[in-house]
């Protein structure tokens, strides 16, 4: 459950019927932000939920609104590496390295890979960023399991 008492789950609907409904046809900036803000409060305290969220939100083609939602994990080295692969994605990979480095000087603590989606992240941040070693231990956590 999420702070406010709403399941992952439903939050995952919900972030699915925004993005197919209001998103794409409000179109105003305003909306779209306060809109990704209202998501973010609902997952704070857990920032898998945060990654949860932006990967819905890249899964829409939606970069910006899946940055915003990272930003709310504050310095988690997950939700580092997918703000590093939402970058390099929006063609800007000075930020990415930026971010991936950051992401391998993050607090290894509490820090457990599961998805599919973070082989890519992952493999991304490997290649990325060689001089690092954080993210080929975190796949080599994930591939074990």
């Given at each position: ?46 920032p898998e939920y ?96």
């Amino acid at each position: 459950m999420t702070p406010h008492g709403r399941s992952p789950a439903l939050c995952r609907k919900r972030i699915r019927w925004i993005c197919g409904q209001d998103l794409k046809q409000l179109g105003k900036e305003e909306q779209k932000q306060r809109i990704a803000d209202e998501i973010g409060n609902w997952c704070k305290s857990k920032p898998e939920y945060c990654i949860d969220i932006a990967i819905e939100y890249l899964n829409s083609g939606f970069f910006q609104e899946a940055l915003h939602s990272l930003s709310y994990a504050k310095e988690y080295p997950l939700a580092l590496y997918y703000a590093g692969w939402c970058h390099k994605r929006m063609g800007d990979s000075g930020k990415a390295a930026d971010f991936y480095e950051k992401a391998d000087k993050a607090p290894a603590g509490y820090c457990f890979p599961a998805r599919l989606e973070d082989i890519a992240v992952l493999s991304d941040a490997c290649d990325a960023y060689p001089r690092g070693g954080m993210a080929s231990y975190y796949l080599g956590c994930l591939y074990y399991d």
